[in-house]
């Protein structure tokens, strides 16, 4: 099973420490995104600023603990040193009417980039081939992302109907599924969920199932494991977002500033969804963003979560940290405070 290690600390912070600094809020949005209107985030204060640990509510203790040890190497150790003081960004489309398109597109000014959410339950792929073909008149280039929503044909068939796109991000969900799509339709196929949920995240490559990687920090357990992460993969990396507040978006921007490539534009324009953040958003000007650490947080009683939401984000934090100190699915060998 993959380990998670937190950056490059070699005494992992006892829960009751990471408890006593911690905030939970909940973040009202624009638009119904992954299927919710809010996002509930815990935030974790250490002597190197303000860290995010907001794994989404369905998912396992195990997997949760690669984003604890995400927020914990935040907080405690803060953003590698970086290599570029801008870093270009996609806008993101969520899975709106066609009319709604250019709106959301108007988030984010000098976007040349659109990533188009399609495969939404409940829709049509008409919905996907208009709402496709919206961005496409706003934005010189679209990428798509369809979350593992598609069977093998029904993903050959939708990636026919919308047309050329930089890329299908997650067509199909497991990743001899994505390497059946990528040997019949004539676009780039990039992997998100094969890689950040997978035992073996570089399995992709070994199938040659993806032309691209797209690396999420929470999800694999930090900053420094998405550097060592595309070092080993061996294709070009989108850093993008997990819905995150502007704390979990400045490791994020944080990760791809430190990427000695990054040629595309990353999903890191996600601030643009919500409606308040506990921080100055990242949102994009002239279709980029400004690596900037959170030191500094700001929590109106509006976005406290209640206090039955709080308990319950701090009993996850327990037997999250429970995971990462004992060992279990993601790591071994912490020394304890």
Known sequence: MRQVLVGELDVLPSAAELAAGAVVVTLPMRTRFRGITSREVMLLRGPAGWGEFAPFTEYDDAESSAWLAAGIEAAYL?????RRDRVAVNATVPAVPADQVAGVLARYPGATTAKVKVAEPGQRLADDVERVAAAREVVPAVRIDANGGWSVDEAVAAIAAIGDVEYAEQPCRTVEELAQVRRRVGVPIAADESIRKADDPLRVVAAD???LAILKVAPLGG???VLS???QIGLPVVVSSALDSAVGMAAGVAAAAALPELDLACGLGTG?????????SFLPSGGEVAPRWVTDVSVPDGLRASPDRERWWRERLARCHAVLAGGGTHGSGWSRT
Do not use: K, Q, Y
Not at 78 to 82: D, E, H, M, Q, T
């Open 78 to 82: 803060g953003p590698p040193p970086a």
């Open 209 to 211: 199932a993806a032309d």
């Open 223 to 225: 900053m420094r494991a």
């Open 229 to 231: 992460l595309a070092g």
């Open 272 to 280: 643009s969804l919500f409606v308040d953040d506990v921080a100055p």
